[in-house]
């Protein structure tokens, strides 16, 4: 009797020290076994904006990539931050995914908004960078401004009658007019729209004098002539319009300006599932059909891996946060 008894004991000492060991096997096989149902991608932008445009390029190649099924999810407003916040707050399994920008995860929105409901760098964990690519400054031929210079020399002279129309108060389309005023010392108006293409709407119907908007969303206009070009915000010119000069040309340096998105998880994910993920969203990046969509939209491909991406998140934080400060946006 004593050694069935002492055999029992034995035997549930080994089971409760084999224990700890056989729980780390389970949860490496069930995020190995991840994605197990549809991903959703969450964009903080209206439909037809840039990082709806990326999710949507991606979707596909991504979902070939996983074995599963991408969905787009379009919840515009707030100038991002709703969400954002939504993701931040969703189950960390990778299921949930936010595609941020500059605006959401770069430091514009808390640089000017300090009750933001989300912390960007401590909330996500940054998986990889999409793209990037500069904005596009345009005006309508009803002003009779016909390039930059003469938008400067009529804001100087009617200090707070022109207007400038942007996606947000914490938008790139913003930011980079603000570089501009500042240093070019402008006194300008600024009209905030809910998203970019009524922004870019306003400027068409002469409702603002001046739009900041993407490449890609002032293309046909700008071939119809119901706009016009009057500076590309890089230090290069871009091959859509190589016929635009840039900001740096124009005597501008600092009224540059590269809007980026890419993709965050909620923190807490597990890094497995942050590297398989980055992997195959990197890879869907060199599809050829995906880099001619990018390039085609006037931006680059970029595809950081996610220690890299993160540097470059903290980096912008602390630029666009030093700009506004300095800059008394």
Do not use: C
């Not at 034995?10 to 995020?31: D, H, N, R, Y």
């Not at 932008?45 to 990326?54: I, K, Y």
């Not at 920008?101 to 514009?108: A, I, K, R, Y």
């Not at 969203?281 to 001619?292: F, G």
């Amino acid at each position: 009797m004593m050694n069935v008894t002492f055999l029992k004991n034995k035997l549930l000492a080994i089971a409760v020290l084999a224990l700890p060991f056989a729980l780390p096997i389970s949860t490496v096989k069930a995020e190995d076994a991840w994605p197990k149902q549809p991903i959703t991608l969450v964009v903080p932008q209206s439909p037809g904006s840039v990082a709806d445009l990326m999710a949507r390029v991606l979707s596909k190649p991504l979902g070939d990539l996983l074995h599963q099924t991408i969905v787009v999810d379009d919840r515009p407003g707030a100038s991002g931050a709703i969400a954002a916040q939504e993701v931040a707050r969703a189950q960390p399994d990778g299921y949930t995914i936010l595609v941020g920008s500059v605006s959401t995860n770069g430091g514009l929105l808390s640089a000017i908004d300090k009750s933001l409901p989300y912390d960007q760098l401590n909330d996500f964990i940054p998986i990889t960078q999409i793209n990037d690519a500069p904005l596009i400054l345009i005006t309508s031929p009803k002003t009779g401004i016909n390039n930059l210079n003469e938008l400067v020399k009529e804001a100087r002279v009617r200090p707070n009658e022109l207007t400038y129309a942007s996606a947000g108060n914490s938008s790139g389309s913003r930011f980079v007019v603000e570089l501009l005023r500042q240093e070019g010392k402008l006194h300008m108006r600024h009209i905030p729209y809910r998203a970019p293409a009524e922004a870019v709407r306003a400027v068409v119907a002469g409702e603002a004098t001046l739009g900041a908007p993407s490449l890609p969303s002032a293309q046909t206009l700008i071939a119809n002539g119901q706009v016009i070009a009057l500076a590309v915000t890089s230090k290069e010119r871009s091959p859509l319009f190589p016929d635009v000069p840039t900001t740096t040309e124009l005597g501008f340096p600092t009224a540059v300006f590269y809007n980026w998105t890419g993709l965050f998880a909620p923190a807490g994910t597990s890094q497995t599932i942050v590297d398989k993920f980055s992997d195959a969203a990197r890879k869907a990046l060199t599809d050829p059909a995906v880099v001619k969509i990018i390039k085609e939209s006037g931006a680059n491909p970029i595809g950081h891996p996610p220690q890299e991406f993160s540097s470059f998140v903290h980096s912008e934080v602390n630029k666009w946060e030093k700009a506004v400060t300095g800059s008394g946006i």
